[in-house]
Each structure stands twice: as C-alpha cells, then as structure tokens.
C-alpha cells in the first residue's frame, strides 16, 4: 500500500466514514498534483464500494464562475462531494445573482453551500491546491485528538463576548463574538451537512460584523491570487471601525491591496452594495491545530500549523457579512485572550 493509497482510504473511511453504494461526486483539475490525488480516492471509493463519478474542469480563482457541466453534476445532489482543485471551484452565476433557499429558510450563493449548509444532505470536503506530500504527511493522523482540541476551544469561544489577539511582530486586534458559535474544521465529515479541508486542522468563529479595532501583522503566509506568498517584509493591515483601513509593508501588502480593490471592484460592477464594503471586512479568526503541518506557502495547509492563528479578510460563514474574497493570513506565535481571560501564550494553548 502507498503513502497516498493509505491517506485516501484514511480520508474516505474515518473522515467521511463512507458507506456502500453512496455516491460520490469528485471535481478536480489537471493542473498540479490534485489530479492523481483524486484519481486515487475515486479508486479507493469503488474498492469501498461507494460509486465515484469524477468530473474535470479547467483550473479557476476566486473571481472566475465555474462551468455549468460541474454545477450540473453537483445539482444531482450526492453523497459527498470531494473537491480536489488547483486554485477553487468557481462561483456559481445563478447563486450569485438570485440564490438558493435552502430548508433551512435561508438564501444560498452556490448550490454547494445549498446543499452542505442549507439541506445538509451532503458532506464533503475541499482541498484547493493539496499535493501528494501534504495529503500523505497531514491526512493520516490522530483525529480523536485534533478532535478533543477543536472541542476544548469551541468550548472556550462560545458564549462569550470579546477576543483579544496579540503577537511579536505587532498584532493587537479587538473584536466582539457576541452572539457567535465556533465552528471546527476537525476531520468529523461523517454526517450530512458536515465538510470542511482536508488536510483540516482548526478552530474557528466569524468576528460580529464591524466590530474589529486594532492591528494585526501577518508574518506568516499571505493568502493572495492565485499563489499565497511569506511576506518578506510582514503585511500590516488596521483595522478602524470594523473595517480595513490601511494595508501597509513590502510587496506582499501591495498585491493584498489589490485583492481586496479587485473584490469590491467585482462587487461594485454588479451592483453588490453589501459585498463591496465587505470586501474590508474581518471575516474569521481560526486556531491552527494540526501539528503534522508546516509552513510552505500553501494556504491550506499553513493556516492549520499548530502554533498560529490566521485571519480572514471578506466574507465570513455566518452569512450575514458576505464578499466576493476571503483571504487568509497568519499571523505567528499569538497569544489569545478570550472575556479577559487568557487561552493561548506564545502559540500554545493553555489548559
């Protein structure tokens, strides 16, 4: 058996727990490693006798739509979807200008998101960019204590009111979760409505909207379009009254910059009044809790990295502050205060 061979049957039986005769919807891209990734799990699915069905579309970013032939696929609504991409899956045209209602009486910019969040029928995961070193070397590993960390830090988000985040290089940021559940990206895909990254390894929450004040510094991967960069210089970005009001440092920052113009440019152009201020919004702060993972440029496996927490700038996953971006960042050796106490020192959480 192959260290790949090995990671996918890993991924499709303790993290989707898959069952006989499910259907299972690959979308990937020949681009990049994530094509032999995925070949590899419709080969693993068939063994476990799910009924794989793959579909290939030419590689997309965060602002192209994705091809109607993969909307289509994913509209016959499967089991689980495994998202294997190069860059992302592409926007959806009709979620984007008139939306889903999903059972859960909510409106839905993606029949993905209908279908994961909105019906919870499906389950899944994505993986942007993987390459077979961090499938082999991330996805086979202790879930049932990845699982009792994301546990422990919900436990320490939830119902409570305030976040303070500061760091070495200058970080200090504010923000309200009043009202706020935490969410995990624990590898727990095992049920209808549950997905997230695989490799997976964090705890997250979506800031109360507008509430951010302060700094923060991203001395760690920058996640811009298409590739994320290490800043050589770190970005820093101030927050006033919620919202970005200054991107400063070195190249990186002036490329970020730029990402955030283009996405209130997009929204702008199709009259999306919301979609562009939030497009300098505080979108998400999350907890990095893999510790097979490592720093190397490749935003979904740096902003898992034990040890770190990133934050997102856009669209955050409550749905009340939506954008056309969402750009992780991290931000190393943080120390976290949670109503004043604190939960995180130097990059280690606390007991």
């Known amino acids: 058996m192959s260290k790949l061979n090995q990671a996918a049957k890993v991924a499709m039986t303790e993290v989707l727990d898959l069952k006989k005769g499910e259907e299972v919807l690959i979308v990937t891209n020949f681009e990049g490693d994530v094509f032999q990734i995925a070949k590899e799990l419709y080969e693993v699915t068939r063994e476990l006798g799910g009924k794989p069905v793959m579909v290939v579309q030419p590689m997309k970013t965060i ?57 919870r029928s499906m389950r899944g995961f994505w993986s942007p960019s993987v390459t077979v070193d961090m499938f082999e070397r991330c996805v086979p590993i202790d879930y049932h ?14 119902g409570k009111k305030r976040v303070q985040v500061k760091a070495p290089a200058g970080t200090d940021i504010t923000f309200s979760i009043e009202g706020r559940k935490a969410k995990a990206d624990d590898g727990d895909f095992r049920t209808g409505g549950k997905g997230g990254n695989l490799p997976c390894g964090e705890a997250y929450i979506s800031p109360a909207v507008g509430s951010a004040h302060g700094t923060i510094v991203f001395d760690g991967t920058v996640d811009l379009v298409p590739k994320a960069a290490i800043p050589k210089t770190p970005v820093k970005v101030v927050y006033t009254d919620g919202y970005v009001s200054k991107v400063s440092g070195g190249k990186e920052a002036k490329e970020l910059l730029k990402v955030i113009e283009k996405g209130e440019q997009m929204a702008r152009e199709r009259g999306l009044k919301a979609e562009e201020r939030n497009a300098r919004h505080l979108g998400e702060l999350g907890v990095g809790i893999n510790y097979a993972a490592k720093m190397t440029a490749n ?10 927490v990133h934050f997102a700038i856009g669209m955050n996953y409550d749905n009340d502050a939506n954008a056309l971006i969402h750009q992780d960042c991290l931000v190393k050796k943080p120390s976290m205060w949670i109503d004043g106490k604190q939960v995180m020192k130097d990059g280690k959480l606390l007991p």
Do not use: W
């Open 63 to 119: 602002y192209d739509f994705a091809e109607r032939a993969q909307l289509a696929a994913m509209r016959s609504e499967p089991d689980i979807c495994l998202a294997l991409t190069a860059g992302k899956q592409g926007k959806d045209p009709y979620g984007q200008n008139i939306g889903y209602v999903g059972k859960d009486g909510k409106k839905h910019d993606h029949i993905y998101r209908l279908l994961m969040d909105g019906n």
């Open 145 to 158: 204590e990845m699982r009792t960390n994301a546990a422990k830090l919900i436990k320490a988000f939830d």
């Open 299 to 308: 935003m979904l496996e740096d902003e898992k990295v034990g040890g770190t």
